[in-house]
């Protein structure tokens, strides 16, 4: 299946004031029955809704079908209802994290699917990583999002949360064993994201970015 290249609209210029608190959304990359994604994940956005200058949003994917197929291809009636009730929440955002595992030395499918499907919401964000997993901690997976956002124009920041062995890491009320080497590490990576998505929200409402 060969796809083609589609000129992406320009994204429009925030009426958002300077001073507004950033609209961060967590995604959840993890998709798969009995995943851990959902408790890193829910972990990470309780540390970010402590800062009065993010409003948190998490955004679930496995609650949104989409089909496997390319961007330019026509959605079934399934993947256009979720994309109708998704894209909407990704373009309102102006900084992403996205919650990942490892599967074989990269991100999950389903997440790579999640991020095919849209385009100018992604562009002239900044976007951070919070991954999981084995003893690589999910840094693998990390490395090929990188790649994958610099192609939508988005803007990756350096630092990011590890958790070698997750599972042995949370408790069952969800919370980190060492909570403040976890909170320091989130609270570097929110620090950085914070700075970017304040300087492109500017950058967006003076100059509608059009990659």
């Known amino acids: 299946m060969s796809l083609t290249t589609v000129s992406s609209p320009s994204v429009a210029p925030s009426a958002v004031p ?38 948190v949003e998490v955004i679930d994917p496995a609650g949104l079908p989409l089909e496997v197929t390319g961007p330019t291809e026509r959605p079934g009636d399934g993947t256009a209802r979720s994309l109708e009730a998704l894209r909407p929440r990704l373009a309102a955002a102006d900084a992403f994290v996205v919650v990942t595992p490892e599967y074989n030395h990269s991100y999950p499918a389903a997440l790579k699917n999640l991020i095919d499907w849209h385009r100018e919401e992604w562009q002239a964000k900044p976007a951070g990583f919070v991954s999981y997993g084995g003893m690589s901690g999910g840094l693998r997976a990390v490395e090929h999002l990188r790649q994958v956002f610099a192609e939508l124009h988005a803007v990756t920041v350096r630092d990011t949360v590890s958790f070698h062995n997750a599972w042995d890491r949370f408790g069952e009320d969800g919370l980190h064993g060492d909570d403040e080497s976890a909170g320091a590490a989130a609270r570097t990576l929110l620090d950085q994201l914070v700075w970017w998505g304040r300087a492109l929200r500017e950058a967006r409402a003076g100059h509608p970015y059009g990659g």
Do not use: Y
């Open 18 to 55: 300077s001073s507004a608190p950033l609209r961060l959304a967590v995604i959840i990359g993890s998709v798969r029955e009995g995943r851990f994604g959902a408790t890193v994940a829910h972990w990470f956005a309780g540390a970010a809704r402590q800062r009065p200058d993010l409003e």
